[in-house]
């Protein structure tokens, strides 16, 4: 039983594989934001989108029906980014050139940390048909670290395609 734990959880791991961290330059990229109305509340720091909402940066897309950005006060770029929707989806190229994707209908990126926490029917996909769903995905993008968890009504599914598919 542990030689299948073993396994399972090297499978695991080449889900998000060395070669799979996020494009580098993702970070030091400007975030743009479209949508149909926004409001500012300059005192909180914070902005909210509303109305197909789309949100680029550099390969990273973010959609939904409601983003908001809040910028905590100081002078580091700490942004953080909830986005809602029926679902939000998030996708990124990866430095090898493979595209992660992901969709939940509750999402946060907290940029500086480069970290993705997808909440609410969590699905990521990593190009190649790699597969994780659950109540809950953490995916720390820069380590490689992903945490999948369920509910009382649901449990974590994963599915892992064969070495010899993911390589074409």
Do not use: C, W
């Not at 109305?37 to 909180?44: E, G, H, P």
């Not at 940390?113 to 190009?127: D, P, S, T, Y």
Request: hydrophobic fraction near 35%; proline fraction near 2%; charged fraction near 20%.
């Amino acid at each position: 039983m542990n030689q299948l734990l073993n396994k399972i959880y090297a499978l695991l791991l080449n889900l998000v594989s060395n070669n799979a961290l996020a494009l580098s330059s993702d970070a030091e990229q400007p975030i743009y934001i479209d949508s149909d109305t926004q409001s500012l509340d300059m005192k909180a720091n914070t902005v909210i989108f509303t109305g197909n909402v789309y949100l680029r940066q550099g390969s990273i897309r973010l959609h939904a029906d409601k983003v908001i950005v809040t910028r905590p006060s100081g002078n580091e770029a700490r942004e953080i980014i909830d986005a809602y929707g029926n679902p939000a989806t998030f996708s990124q190229t990866l430095d090898d050139g493979k595209k992660i994707n992901g969709k939940a209908n509750d999402l946060q990126y907290e940029v500086a940390k480069n970290f993705l926490k997808m909440h609410n029917h969590a699905v990521l996909i990593q190009e190649g048909g790699n597969k994780v769903e659950g109540q809950l995905i953490t995916y720390q993008i820069d380590k490689q670290q992903l945490i999948a968890e369920s509910d009382l009504n649901t449990r974590v599914t994963t599915i892992l395609q064969p070495q010899i598919k993911q390589k074409n």
